[in-house]
Every structure is written in structure tokens, then in C-alpha cells.
T-cell receptor, first 120, second 113 residues
Framework: GESVGLHLPTLSVQEGDNSIINCAYSNSASDYFIWYKQESGKGPQFIIDIRSNMDKRQGQRVTVLLNKTVKHLSLQIAATQPGDSAVYFCAVNWGGGANAGGTSYGKLTFGQGTILTVHP | NAGVTQTPKFQVLKTGQSMTLQCAQDMNHNSMYWYRQDPGMGLRLIYYSASEGTTDKGEVPNGYNVSRLNKREFSLRLESAAPSQTSVYFC????????????FGSGTRLTVV
């Protein structure tokens, strides 16, 4: 199976600072990793993803780092803004299988989330 | 585009009552999912439908049933609600089963008393 944990349940930063949110996973067979952002009263929103054949991937103000040796994933947000305040989840795919119809599927396991608060 | 639409947004049920949560997507996605979100538990998969005409159990299927009505709609039914089913329920969809950048709906907050 897969268990996903976060090092800190809450993170408070000042506007303009860089934020780092961490995630640990347990299954070395995990091959795909996603970060989601969830604002209050809304569903999770895809931020960025990375596959296991990569160590780093960058988006707009966000960077995901993957360390497969220690099974650790991080999300870095540059120049954090008040609008970045939300709960951030990592999700890890560890393979899944095939259903009765032969269609392959993955199994995403979500972490518990880190609450990011950005102070003006 | 509306994306993924869930109804209702809020619901209070008495123990033993039944109800159906509705989900519809307008993105022509093949795969649809139902998750529940509980404090400190993250999101857990209840059921999914890899494509129209197929449904499969996820991590926590007990007490639930699903119907993939057509390509757009995927409903979740609670036949006899229990307090342990108090949660926020999210529907999601993706282009194909192995595409993991799911699009989520805004959720249904269900309370069972």
C-alpha cells in the first residue's frame, strides 16, 4: 500500500517569503506525484505534478522536488502571496492494477494536508 | 465550462435515511471518481468509474453504491445513512484512468445525525 504523511500540519509565512511544504511517502514503487491546493469551501485544484523519472519540475512560482532515495517530495512556492493561503495536499500513485474489464488504473493516496497561512 | 458540478452542496440526514449525491462533468472525460474527505484523513477513494459502463470499488466502499448513468453523470448513493458517513464528498473526473490531474467538484457537505 501507500501511506503519505506531511512533516508540518500548518505553515505560516509573510507575504513575499518563499514557502516549502513537505511530503513523505512509503512505497518505493510510487511513480507519479501531484500537488493540489484546496481553498476553503472548494474542491482540490491541481497545481503541479512530477513523474518518478524526474527530480525537479517547475511551474509558475511553484517548484516540485522529488527525492526518491529518501521518499520525499516538496512543493516550493516563490514570493508567497495572500492568495496562496489554502490547504496543500500531496497525492502519490503507487500503481493500482486493472479492473475486471482490463482497463488499467492508478491508485492515488492523498496526504493529510498542510494549512498554509500567508500574512500580509 | 462548468467543469464538475455536484448537487446538493449541503445535506443533513437522519440515521437510516437514504440519499443520492449527483455529479456531472461537461469536459467529455472518460473516468469519474467519488472521494470522501474527513479531518486528518486526507481524501479517500470510495468508488470510481474508469469508463462509461464500468464501476469499481475504491478504498472505502462499504455503505455506498454508485451508478454511472452515462458519460457525463456519476452518482453516489447512501442506502441507509450512518453517523460515520458524515463527511465532505468530492466527485472528480479525468480524461482517462491513468491521467491523474483530476478535476474536482466543489463538494457536498453531508451530516448524518
Amino acid at each position: 500500500g501507500e501511506s503519505v504523511g506531511l512533516h508540518l500540519p500548518t505553515l505560516s509565512v509573510q507575504e513575499g517569503d518563499n514557502s516549502i511544504i513537505n511530503c513523505a511517502y512509503s512505497n518505493s514503487a510510487s511513480d507519479y506525484f501531484i500537488w493540489y491546493k484546496q481553498e476553503s469551501g472548494k474542491g482540490p485544484q491541481f497545481i503541479i505534478d512530477i513523474r518518478s523519472n524526474m527530480d525537479k519540475r517547475q511551474g509558475q512560482r511553484v517548484t516540485v522536488l522529488l527525492n526518491k532515495t529518501v521518499k520525499h517530495l516538496s512543493l516550493q512556492i516563490a514570493a508567497t502571496q495572500p492568495g496562496d493561503s489554502a490547504v496543500y495536499f500531496c497525492a502519490v500513485n503507487w500503481g493500482g492494477g486493472a479492473n475486471a474489464g482490463g482497463t488499467s488504473y492508478g491508485k492515488l493516496t492523498f496526504g493529510q494536508g498542510t494549512i498554509l497561512t500567508v500574512h500580509p | 465550462n462548468a467543469g464538475v458540478t455536484q448537487t446538493p452542496k449541503f445535506q443533513v440526514l437522519k440515521t437510516g435515511q437514504s440519499m443520492t449525491l449527483q455529479c456531472a462533468q461537461d469536459m467529455n472525460h472518460n473516468s469519474m471518481y467519488w472521494y470522501r474527505q474527513d479531518p486528518g484523513m486526507g481524501l479517500r477513494l470510495i468508488y470510481y468509474s474508469a469508463s462509461e459502463g464500468t464501476t469499481d470499488k475504491g478504498e472505502v466502499p462499504n455503505g455506498y453504491n454508485v451508478s454511472r448513468l452515462n458519460k457525463r453523470e456519476f452518482s453516489l448513493r447512501l442506502e441507509s445513512a450512518a453517523p460515520s458517513q458524515t463527511s465532505v464528498y468530492f466527485c472528480a473526473s479525468s480524461v482517462r484512468p491513468t491521467q491523474y490531474g483530476y478535476t474536482f467538484g466543489s463538494g457536498t457537505r453531508l451530516t448524518v445525525v
